[in-house]
């Protein structure tokens, strides 16, 4: 089963504009990492943030995190068309990390 | 090699035929995760391991899936007489820490598509 839940499902945006993704969980974690899928290949680590961080910033990344409301955002700031791809989050507790249903953005020239 | 290897890239089998997906993973990786991903979804945990213990298959749905990492390394994960609902891409997965508390990084391969007729 999927412990997160991204919003929204989709996105699509111009180039230069912003991204942001929401992720709800449902249980304790030890930290949160977002995922990128580009169509047809694996996913690609983009970030981890522990449980006991607020924020942290990668490049043109930015990941929140609430414990308080068992969610997470991740901004894409300046988009570029090499963006368009799928984004999960996954929650890490325990032997494995739990994935989000993910969100599909589409960045347009 | 330099990333994690998965092969065939492609597999289409007959229902009722078994089926074997190859997974290498970063030279050194302790752990190794299957994952199954239906179009449009998430990936779903399927199996871990630690070296050769098979410390987790509770994401395994049914006794058709088996997998197994003899010598810590390379591991395959077998499904016997496939049925539709397993058409999906299996995605394999290493990381170079112990899962556990803290689950590090994962590094993903690029799949195996199955379809099943």
């Known amino acids: 089963s999927q412990q997160g839940e991204e919003d929204p499902q989709a996105l699509s945006i111009q180039e230069g504009e912003n991204a942001t993704m929401n992720c709800s969980y449902k249980t304790s974690i030890n930290n949160l990492q977002w995922y990128r899928q580009n169509s047809g290949r694996g996913l690609v680590h983009l970030i981890l943030i522990r449980s006991n961080e607020r924020e942290k910033h990668s490049g043109r990344l930015r990941v929140t995190l609430d414990t308080s409301k068992k969610s997470s955002s991740l901004l894409i700031t300046a988009s570029r068309a090499a963006d368009t791809a799928s984004y999960f989050c996954?929650?890490?507790?325990?032997?494995?990390?739990?994935f989000g249903t993910g969100t599909q953005l589409k960045v347009e020239l | 090699g330099a990333g994690v290897s998965q092969s065939p890239r492609y597999k289409v089998a007959k229902r009722g035929q078994d089926v074997a997906l190859r997974c290498d993973p970063i030279s050194g990786h302790v752990s190794l995760f299957w994952y199954q991903q239906a179009l449009g979804q998430g990936p779903e945990f399927l199996t871990y391991f630690q070296n050769e213990a098979q410390l987790d298959k509770s994401g395994l749905p049914s006794d058709r899936f088996f997998a197994e990492r003899p010598e810590g390394s390379v591991s395959t994960l077998k499904i016997q007489r496939t049925q539709q609902e397993d058409s999906a891409v299996y995605l394999c997965?290493?990381?170079?820490?112990?899962?556990?508390?803290?689950?590090?990084?994962?590094?993903f391969g690029e799949g195996s598509r199955l379809t099943v007729l």
């Open positions: 997965a290493s990381s170079l820490v112990r899962s556990g508390a803290n689950t590090g990084e994962l590094f």
């Open positions: 996954a929650t890490g507790g325990g032997n494995k990390l739990t």
